[in-house]
């Protein structure tokens, strides 16, 4: 018990850098996923095949070389001196958009041919077609996954600890160093990771019920 | 379709390529082959297995059975716990102190299973009972003692910093405001230096090893942790790295043991104690820490088990 509340400032920093982590690189990921989605669909053949490289490349590797890619490589080469934050949020954001896109075309695939033909018929672009007809249909089918995909990444999140930022991994590895009992600093980062995934559950949950319609 | 079959190969390859080259990269930084610790130098010590001990402790009577002693010990550091990738074996300062006293408590270095344990499961390793003892840069702390026993200890390490051999702004601790310093995720030293007295930048990544690549690649300042530590690297990598400045706080280091068990703790420390007076653990230095520039000094007084 006296772990929480002798650490309790440590905690809190390294709550919110979970937080702030899984947050920022959501965002990375959702907007380059539905870029990547729509690439994927898209009748340009440049595009899909970018779409393809992209998702198999990330997806496939581990999410602990793309951190080494970013923290070792990506400096050398490109930024020298990008804030270890900046690094992280890219590589969680990066891979985690390989996934939000995969999710994004089986929604995709759920919409009938026949609702992008119409659309086409009376005169939409791709753009048109994508935005007004198929997107929002996908979307509804594609809340549940897309909910998994962010509690992983609440938990992948983890790895960015031990690569130069604040979170709860990192409080974890403090205190087990400062002799601390290793079951009850599990106990309470175990209880605070609940409390983010379980936000993020009931979020989804609650666009599920909005979204809802009858077929 | 055509199409669809060459872009997934054509990502297979990006692939490949990408993972290749991330390989790559990080054997580039190994790729300078560093000076290892030389298990040659530690081959020519051998300690005189005792007969027949009996010692009133659980840890040892299960020990005994098995016919096997179980030690904790680190892998990660150059002339104080080093495993050797290629041929397994451990070899170390550290090391030679677990020998002598596994000797001491009758088992031969045949009859060491060593086990590497991460820092963060060190306590609970020796309380649960995977290992019989660890040994391991292990600094005795107040924290530590409430949940295992130490004997010791045999050995007060520092703090100190590694730079890169043209570093010329970096003295000491007192030098480093502003700079970007490195140290393992949680670990003391990285508390230290962030202190504003110090007023470090820091940098925390997962192992020492990164730590010397991103020095290696400007990345960092310096690299801080016990300066033990800290010389074997420089020892592995004398063209490129060096140790400044001196020790700037105390680790004592101990042996880790399982709490309550005063039988053991009380063997433990008496033979250290008999090999620190038979010149046995000068030797084992000499042949280890010795070898990274670390200078010699008379073993501590032991603080008595209580």
Redesign the interface.
Known sequence: MNVLTDNLSLFREGFIGTVELTVVSGIIAMVLGVIIAAFRVSPV?PL??FG??W???LR??PLT?LF??A???L??ILF?DMD?FVLGVVALGFYTSSFVAEALRSGINTVPMGQAEAARAIGMSFTQVMRVVVLPQATRAVIAPMGSIFIALTKNSAIA??????DL??V???????????TMIFVWVTLAYLIITYAINGAFRLLEHRMEVAR | MKLRKSAATAAAIAALALTATACGGKEGSAGDKPEGPDSKDTKALSYTVKKDVSIDSSVFKDAKKRGKLVIGAKADQPYLGFQDQSTKEYSGFDIEIAKMIAADLGFSPKQIEWKTVDSGARETAVSKGDVDFMIGTYTINDERKKQIDFAGPYYHAGASLLVRKDEKDIKGPETVRGKKVCSIVGSTPLQNIKKPKYGAKVTELSKYSECVAQMLNNQVDAVTTDDAILMGYAAQNPKKLKVVGKPFSDEPYGVGLKKGDKALQKAVADAIKAHQENGDYKKAFDATIGKSGSEYKDPPAFTDPK
């Open positions: 053949p899909r095949v393809t490289a998702v198999n490349i496939n590797t070389l080494l890619v923290f070792f490589i400096p050398k020298p270890s600890g031990g690569f130069d930022n604040v991994f990192n974890t590895k403090t205190l087990s160093n400062d002799g601390y009992d290793i």
